[in-house]
């Protein structure tokens, strides 16, 4: 089972920082297929907190979040699944 540690730490200070939802946005996904890249180890990036209290947003850094960007794009499309369209 996915478990999200509840002591994660700050950010790096000064360093440019994207939510869940933004890193999302970022890669040209849903947040759903996001989290499902991530439980599967697709995504697999350092998380931060700016407070380490379970509830407040979970941040990846932007540079990072980029280059994971632009291996995709590199690896090219996903193909879309005809037995599922708009997925």
């Known amino acids: 089972a ?3 540690p509840p ?4 950010p790096p200070e000064g360093a440019p920082v994207l939510t869940r939802e933004e890193s999302a946005e ?4 849903s947040d ?6 991530e439980r599967g180890g ?8 700016h407070r380490p ?9 932007r540079s990072q979040m980029e280059r994971l ?14 037995a599922r369209p708009g997925v």
């Open 2 to 4: 996915y478990t999200l």
């Open 42 to 49: 697709r995504i697999n990036l350092p998380r931060y907190r």
């Open 53 to 61: 209290v379970t509830g407040t947003p979970i941040l990846y850094l």
């Open 32 to 37: 759903g297929t996001f989290g499902v890249w």
């Open 69 to 82: 960007r632009d291996a995709f794009a590199a690896q090219g499309q996903p193909t879309p699944d005809p």
């Open 26 to 29: 970022l890669l040209g996904v």
């Open 7 to 10: 002591d994660l730490p700050p």
